[in-house]
């Protein structure tokens, strides 16, 4: 008997070790679990301004996106004629999920210009969120929903609405909150806007709203 008992140990020790190793890899698909929220429908493309390094706020907005199960990606607002032709093709091809789109500064702008070139190939944006844009154009037919936050000085600038525009524009001044170079990056804004884009992905298909324009400037009429 006692020649087999460091056997009989070894044996033991190898069954607690293989033990703990299940036990902690369920405990670790159960954290998993958790935090990684399921796969929700809708794809946000967000847009970064200048040189691509001023702003982040999109980075992190992304990675937060991700967190609640929508798709995000963050890409220089140079991309965004041929992000339109990349979205064009998929939507033709079957991909009928909701298009959101954000930006900051001239990743902003360029939110509007891939929306217009998305409504000449009949495609609808079901929601755009932009942080201080600098020059955005006229808001075009096929968005749904815009949510504006600007602070009103050199830098930034209300978006307005463009002809045969019906759906719910909201400028909202931030000025005395943040500047231009800090509203991307703040965790009061990306919460409002990833409430926003939960609203935009669950919502599925229904009829435009009339216009709404809480907030906006007596002095940004429609563009005719």
Do not use: C
Request: charged fraction near 15%.
């Amino acid at each position: 008997m006692p020649i087999f008992l460091p056997a009989r140990r070894g044996l033991h020790a190898a069954m607690v070790s293989f033990a703990l190793f299940v036990i902690g890899g369920m405990l670790t698909s159960s954290a998993n679990a958790q935090i990684t929220a399921p796969r929700r429908p809708g794809h946000v493309y967000l847009m970064r301004g200048l040189f691509n390094i001023f702003s982040l706020g999109m980075d992190e907005l992304a990675a937060k996106l991700e967190k609640v199960g929508v798709r995000a990606e963050a890409v220089s607002y140079t991309s965004w004629s041929s992000l339109a032709d990349s979205i064009t093709a998929q939507y033709r091809a079957g991909n009928h999920e909701p298009i959101i789109l954000m930006g900051h500064s001239y990743g902003a702008d360029t939110t509007i210009s891939l929306a217009r070139k998305l409504n000449d190939n009949g495609i609808p944006v079901a929601l755009i969120v932009n942080f201080d844009p600098t020059a955005p154009g006229p808001v075009p037919p096929n968005v749904r929903r815009i949510i504006n936050f600007y602070v009103p000085t050199a830098w930034g600038r209300p978006v307005v609405a463009g002809k045969r525009f019906h759906g719910s524009l909201s400028n909202l001044n931030e000025s005395g909150a943040y500047n231009h170079f800090v509203i991307d990056k703040a965790d009061a804004l990306h919460r409002k806007a990833i409430a926003a884009v939960l609203q935009a992905v669950g919502r599925g298909t229904h009829r435009v709203r009339p216009a709404r324009r809480d907030h906006q400037v007596s002095a940004a009429p429609a563009v005719q």
